[in-house]
């Protein structure tokens, strides 16, 4: 059974019909929703699990704070309305954060359009620096910064804006990816690993800058070409080059069917195996799959609720990234307080899963990867396009419309005209009709920037011709 009838028969099970099908979630950890209600009652300051890191013996609180979706507020400049990070708002998370055991902080020079790493330096700043760990990277994307001089430039400046005179976790950025150098060919993901950070006498500098004290853990994180992985595994094994972590995306959903939400990514289980086989911490990423185990199928999340009313949705993802042993932290990108506060309730302490509840994800899983969602998580790299086309917001509208039952072929179908309707006024309420996918001329500027290595124009056109189809059904 497909899970649209599985959720129709859910929700006429309970005497409800289209108008729920049309009916938006309530919003919750991960730009997505929860069907969940959160816990109740004050969320205590002392109880976050801590990993210890074997390396340098951190104690590393479970929940990371990713620092890629820091809140944005609105300012008129020279006449002109443009987006500036809320310094108050991203104070107030932090100190939160701090207050109730969250301690590891991981940016990048790369996020939030480079504003990131300053941001979250002035609000980390204000707190006792043993009180925190920071992680950041080596995000020399652009073949205008592979150069040695320029990517040392790089970390300089990383600890200008973090306002710090070492980093705890430094990372080598999205090994595995695909390139092109400057004169534009197009590089496959070990040779665009050699140009990025070997060739350029990169890693030998970061473990140059490890023995200073400058950098404490060196590791790196992985989207692309799995070869990759084994290789720098293998330099570990012949003890070439030691790392002190990875950043691997795990969830249950990517553990076994990875591959099938987009062939370019790896299994979890995989990966995860392979740190655990040689005891190498992994910091997961993705642990709601770019919110989107956030805002599951109602069915799903009905049964969640059976498992363990009052939990919320995201929690379950958290937990089931918490409970393997060899993860030192669970990172999750929170923008609102309401975020914070329940996602550190999935910590404080951890309950890790028991057999059936972790067995019931997997059934969950099975059923998730049966939609044609769009495998993305919603971090921007793919922005600005240069013909103004708003891409994040049109594969959430897409992926939000596959979860509340609002993607539908079937003209037969009773719910149809309810769900072409709400997919179309969603549409234009969420992406503004210059900056949808029907504009797109498929020049690929996009997709070299992708960490999920999405064919974006190729799905920008499948979802511009699924709209097509719904404008000129007249049914």
Known sequence: MSNDISRRAFLRSLGLGSAALAAPSLMSCGGGSS????????????????????????????????????????ITQDGKETDVMDQEQINRLIDFAIAHGVNYFDTSPAYCKGRSE??????????DRSKYLVATKLSNFSPETWSHEASVQMFENSLRHLRTDHIDYYLLHCIGLPSRNLAGKKLDGMAALHARFIDNGMLDWCVEQKQRGRIRNLGWSYHGDVKVVDYLLRLHDEGRYHWDFVQIQMNYVDWKHAKEVNPANTDAKYLYGELQKRGIPAVIMEPLLGGRLARVPEYIAHNMQKHAPGRSVASWAFRYAGSFPQVLTVLSGMTYMEHLEDNIRSFTPLQPLTEAETKMLYAAADDIVKNPFVACNYCNYCMPCPYGIDIPSIFRHYNRCIDDGNYNHDREDPEYRAARRAFLVGYDR???????????????????????RIDIPAELRRIDRYVESLKTDKT
């Open 35 to 74: 069907s969940g209600q959160q816990q109740d009652g004050p969320i205590p300051t002392d109880k976050m699990t801590f990993r210890e890191n074997p390396n340098t013996h951190d104690r590393v609180s479970l929940l990371g704070y990713g620092c890629m979706r820091w809140p944005v507020k609105k």
């Open 118 to 127: 300053e941001a979250t330096g002035i609000a980390l700043a204000r707190h």
């Open 430 to 452: 969420s992406v503004p009709r210059l900056r949808q996918a029907c504009h797109c001329i498929g020049c690929g500027e996009c997709t070299s920037h992708c960490p999920q």
